[in-house]
C-alpha cells in the first residue's frame, strides 16, 4: 500500500486541542479490514474515517469508521471531519455525500454561520429500565430511554450532576457495544452532555456526533423547539448546534485541522 494522505482533524471546534479528534485518510480501495483495525488502532483516536472514491454514482465517496479497536455502525464528528477536508480542497462546492455501510447516504455542507454541518439520521428512543447501567453511572438519575441499536440516554436533573458523574466504566463496558449519554439542562447551553462507549475502546467521547443525533430527537420533542445548543462537557468539550428536519438530525460547529501529512503503511 503506498503512502496515504493523512489529516488530524480537531471537530466541533474552533481552536486546536478543542472537540474531538479525527484522522482522515483518503485510499484508491478497501484493504482488508485487519489493515483498518490496525490503523485504527495505531491513530488511537475515537475514530479513523477511511475515505474510497464511490464508483456506484449513489455519492461522491464511499466512509467507513474505526475506533482502535473495531469499526462502527455510525460516527458523526468524523464525518463532520471529512466533509471539512473535502470541502477545503474544493471551495467551490457547497456540499459532499458520503455512502456508509449502516447508516445510508450521509451529507456534509457548508454552514455561514458554524462551518459546516452534517446530516445524520435521528436516533428515537423510547423510556426503557436499564438498571444496572445505572447503578454503573451513579447520581441522581431521573430517566432512562433507549433505543433498540445501543443507544441509550439517561436523564439527570441539571448540569452540576452531569459534570459530577464517576462511572465504572470497566463495568460499564461488560454490558457490550452500548452508548451510554448523560444529559440534562445545560447552564450556558440549552442542553448539556457526556459519553461514554467503552465497549467499543473509547471510555469517554469528547463530542459526539451519533449521541446528537440522539440528543437532539429527544430534547426538540421534549422542549417543542426545532433547534437547541449544546455542550458536550468532557475534558476537551465542544459545542454543537442542532436541528431537526423530518427524520434527519443536523449537526453544526466548526472543525480545525492540526496536522496534515502521509501515512506510510508496511
Known amino acids: 500500500m503506498p503512502a496515504l494522505p493523512y489529516w488530524h482533524v480537531d471537530?466541533?471546534?474552533?481552536?486546536?486541542?478543542a472537540?474531538?479528534?479525527?484522522?482522515v485518510m483518503i485510499l484508491g480501495d478497501w484493504p482488508g479490514d485487519d489493515v483498518l483495525r490496525a490503523i485504527g488502532?495505531?491513530?488511537?483516536?475515537?475514530?479513523?474515517?477511511?475515505?474510497?472514491?464511490?464508483?456506484?454514482?449513489?455519492?461522491?465517496?464511499?466512509?467507513r469508521w474505526f475506533t482502535p479497536t473495531c469499526e462502527i455502525r455510525l460516527c458523526g464528528h468524523a464525518t463532520l471531519a471529512s466533509g471539512h477536508v473535502l470541502l477545503g480542497r474544493e471551495p467551490q462546492r457547497s456540499a459532499v455525500a458520503f455512502r456508509t455501510r449502516q447508516a445510508g447516504v450521509l451529507v456534509v455542507?457548508?454552514?455561514?454561520?458554524?462551518?459546516?454541518?452534517?446530516?445524520?439520521?435521528?436516533?428515537?428512543?423510547?423510556p426503557a429500565a436499564f438498571p444496572e447501567a445505572a447503578a454503573l453511572l451513579g447520581g441522581q438519575l431521573q430517566e432512562t430511554w433507549r433505543s433498540p441499536d445501543g443507544y441509550?440516554?439517561?436523564?439527570?436533573?441539571?448540569?452540576?450532576?452531569?459534570?459530577?458523574?464517576?462511572?465504572?466504566?470497566?463495568?460499564?463496558?461488560?454490558l457490550g457495544d452500548e452508548q451510554f449519554i448523560v444529559t440534562a439542562p445545560g447552564d450556558a447551553t440549552d442542553i448539556v452532555s457526556?459519553?461514554?462507549?467503552?465497549?467499543?475502546?473509547?471510555?469517554?467521547?469528547?463530542?459526539?456526533?451519533?449521541?446528537?443525533?440522539?440528543?437532539?430527537?429527544?430534547?426538540?420533542?421534549?422542549l417543542g423547539v426545532e433547534r437547541l445548543t449544546a455542550f458536550q462537557a468532557s475534558r476537551r468539550g465542544g459545542k454543537v448546534g442542532c436541528r431537526i428536519a423530518g427524520d434527519v438530525a443536523w449537526l453544526a460547529g466548526p472543525c480545525v485541522t492540526v496536522v496534515e501529512g502521509t501515512f506510510t503503511c508496511p
Open 11 to 17: 471537530a466541533f471546534a474552533d481552536r486546536p486541542f
Open 19 to 23: 472537540g474531538n479528534q479525527a484522522a
Open 41 to 63: 488502532e495505531e491513530n488511537n483516536f475515537a475514530e479513523t474515517a477511511f475515505l474510497v472514491p464511490d464508483r456506484s454514482g449513489i455519492a461522491d465517496w464511499e466512509l
Open 109 to 126: 455542507q457548508r454552514d455561514g454561520e458554524r462551518g459546516l454541518e452534517v446530516g445524520l439520521p435521528v436516533i428515537p428512543t423510547a
Open 152 to 174: 441509550s440516554l439517561f436523564l439527570y436533573p441539571d448540569e452540576a450532576a452531569v459534570r459530577s458523574l464517576l462511572p465504572d466504566l470497566r463495568g460499564l463496558a461488560a
Open 194 to 222: 457526556r459519553v461514554f462507549v467503552p465497549g467499543s475502546g473509547v471510555d469517554e467521547d469528547s463530542v459526539t456526533g451519533s449521541a446528537h443525533a440522539a440528543l437532539t430527537w429527544f430534547w426538540t420533542r421534549r
